[in-house]
C-alpha cells in the first residue's frame, strides 16, 4: 500500500512538472518549426531557378533540381575565395587567441600579484568597449604601419579584439582546477611553465573547445571590421561577399546562385553546432564546478 502511494506520488509529481513546463517546450517547438522551415525553404531555394524563386514555386521544383547553382556561385561568384578568406581568418585567429589567453588565464588565475584584479578589470572593460568606437585609432595606427590591405591586419585585429573575451571566460577554469596537480608537479621538478603546457592546459581542454568554437564562429561571422579594413575583392570574407553578392544580384538576377552561396557559407558553423554542441555545453557547464 505504502509503495502505491509513493507511485502516486512520484506520478503526480511527473505530470505536475509537464504540465508546469508545458509553456516553455510550446514555445521552442514553434521555435525550432520556424527555423526547420525557414533552412528547408533556404535550401530548396538554392536548388531552384530565379524564375521559380520571383513566382514562389520553389518547392514544386517544376524544372527539377539545379545543382549547377552551387559550382556556378563556388566559381564565378567568387564564393571559392571569400570562404577560404574566412577559414585563414578563423582558424588562425583562434590559434593565436588561444595562444596568448590561455597562458594569460592560467597565471592570472593561479598567481596572486600585485596588479593581478587591475588586470582582470581591464579585460572586463575592454569587452565592453564596442567595435565602433575603436575603429578610427585602429586604422590611422595600421595606416602608419603600413599594414592596411593586408591579410595580416585582419588576422591581428580578429586576435585582439577576442582576447579579453576569451581570457575571462577561460579564468573560472582554471580557477576550478585542484591546486593538487600543480603541488605533485612541483615535487616532481616541474617548473611552472611546463606544469602549464603540459599539465594545466589539457585539463582546461572543454574550456579551450568551447571558447575556440565561439571564437570561430565570431570571426567566421565578422561584418564590421571586414567593411572597414579589407580594402579589395581579394581580402573580403563571406559576410562581406555575401553583401558584394547581393549586389551584384540587382543587375545579374542570379537568385539561385545566391542562395547557393547562403548555403555553402552556412554549412561550416551548422556543422560545428550539429558535431560540436555536446562539448559547446560541456564546456560551458565544466567551469562552474569546483574541483
Known amino acids: 500500500m505504502k509503495k502505491n502511494n509513493e507511485y502516486k506520488d512520484v ?12 509553456g516553455t517546450y ?9 527555423t526547420a522551415i525557414l533552412l528547408g525553404w533556404i535550401l530548396a531555394a538554392s536548388l531552384s531557378t530565379s524564375r521559380e524563386i520571383y513566382t514562389g514555386t520553389v ?22 575565395r571569400f570562404f577560404m578568406n ?4 578563423s582558424v588562425t585567429a583562434v590559434i593565436g587567441i ?57 588576422i591581428i585585429l580578429y586576435i585582439c579584439l577576442n582576447v579579453p573575451f576569451t581570457t575571462t571566460f577561460l579564468l573560472n577554469f582554471f580557477s576550478s582546477l585542484s591546486k593538487t596537480y600543480e ?41 564590421f571590421l571586414a567593411m572597414i579594413f579589407a580594402s579589395s575583392d581579394k581580402l573580403l570574407n563571406v559576410g562581406m561577399g ?17 542562395f547557393a552561396a547562403v548555403v555553402i557559407v552556412f554549412l561550416p558553423t551548422f556543422l560545428l553546432y550539429v558535431f560540436m554542441s555536446e562539448k559547446i555545453i560541456a564546456g560551458v557547464t565544466a567551469g562552474g564546478v569546483k574541483g
Not at 11 to 17: F, L, N, P, S
Not at 59 to 80: C, E, I, M, P, R
Open 59 to 80: 518547392l514544386q521544383f517544376k524544372t527539377g533540381l539545379h545543382f549547377s547553382n552551387y559550382a556556378d556561385a563556388w566559381k564565378t561568384q567568387n564564393v571559392s
Open 183 to 223: 603541488e605533485a608537479a612541483a615535487l616532481d621538478g616541474c617548473s611552472p611553465m611546463r606544469t602549464f603546457w603540459v599539465i594545466m592546459l589539457p585539463l582546461a581542454q572543454p574550456g579551450l573547445v568551447t571558447v575556440g568554437i565561439f571564437n570561430f564562429l565570431a570571426v567566421w561571422n565578422e561584418y
Open 86 to 89: 574566412s577559414l585563414l581568418y
Open 26 to 34: 510550446l514555445i521552442l517547438g514553434i521555435w525550432v518549426l520556424f
Open 98 to 154: 588561444q595562444l596568448i589567453s590561455a597562458p594569460a588565464a592560467y597565471v592570472l588565475s593561479r598567481f596572486k600579484f600585485m596588479g593581478n584584479k587591475l588586470l582582470r578589470n581591464c579585460f572586463i572593460c575592454a569587452m565592453s568597449i564596442p567595435a565602433i568606437m575603436v575603429v578610427l585609432p585602429l586604422f590611422s595606427l595600421a595606416s602608419q604601419a603600413h599594414l592596411t590591405g593586408t591579410r595580416t591586419l585582419l
Open 242 to 258: 555575401l553583401f558584394r553578392m547581393v549586389q551584384a544580384m540587382q543587375t545579374t538576377g542570379n537568385m539561385g546562385g545566391l
Open 11 to 22: 506520478a503526480r509529481a511527473r505530470r505536475k512538472r509537464a504540465t508546469k513546463n508545458f
